[in-house]
């Protein structure tokens, strides 16, 4: 499991424990990011390239990945980098090409906490627990100025509209409805291109869905996986 930008393996806490009734879980942090240490990466096939690293260290054979927002876009570029670790894929809340609004880049670098908060605003369907926003605004704010930066430039950069189709890897795409950091528009593209893709729109959720919605997103998880 794949965190998104300025994240940590913490936002994937309701699938890695819960999810151990039927699969081995491992939720990674990725470099500069929660406790990894070492520096951030600028690009997503320089984590991409990391990822693999791991995958190749700690697993004996394929596995599946699953990755959210910024983690979805590392893992399209994992499978399409090595798709001979992959036993198949998971595409959270993300897209072929990631945009980012140039006030949110800006404001990351001027205006930090405020920004974040706006952009968490964001991330939740309408009526989310308030304590839920809390949290996702702290775990992002812990981050730091440069790392959110960084992440949401590379976000701004990512685009393999023109690749996404080569994918060959089993694949399931889910989002929230009601997602307006990465609309379900994107997620419709994912599956137009991919081919033998499945398509999960979970009603009531937003960015957040696996937290939002994480009874349902799961029993997707292990439809596709079993």
């Known amino acids: 499991m794949i965190h998104g930008a300025g994240g940590r393996s913490q936002v994937w806490q309701a699938q890695v424990h ?58 399209q570029e994992t499978a399409l980098l090595n798709p001979h670790l992959l036993k198949g894929i998971i595409l959270v809340s993300t897209g072929p090409k990631l945009q980012v609004a140039p006030e949110f880049l800006e404001g990351l670098s001027t205006h930090f906490e405020e920004t974040i908060d706006r952009i968490i605003g964001y991330a939740y369907a309408p009526g989310a627990d308030p304590m839920l926003v809390k949290e996702g605004a702290e775990l992002m704010k812990a981050a730091g100025p440069r790392v959110l930066h960084d992440d949401f430039e590379a976000c701004d950069r990512f685009d393999r509209s023109k690749e996404v189709g080569n994918i060959e890897l089993p694949c399931l795409i889910v989002c929230g409805n009601k997602d307006v950091l990465s609309p ?3 997620s419709e593209r994912l599956h137009q291109s991919i081919k033998g893709s499945t398509l999960k729109a979970l009603p009531n959720a937003g960015h957040m869905v696996m937290i939002e919605s994480y009874r349902a997103f799961n029993d997707c998880v292990r439809q596709f996986i079993w």
């Open 18 to 75: 819960p999810l151990k009734d039927c699969l081995n879980t491992l939720a990674l942090d990725l470099p500069g990011h929660g406790e990894t240490g070492g520096h951030h990466k600028r690009s997503m096939t320089e984590y991409a390239h990391w990822v693999s690293e791991i995958l190749v260290t700690l697993f004996p054979g394929p596995v599946f990945l699953m990755g959210h927002s910024m983690g979805g876009a590392i893992v």
């Open 184 to 186: 379900p528009a994107l």
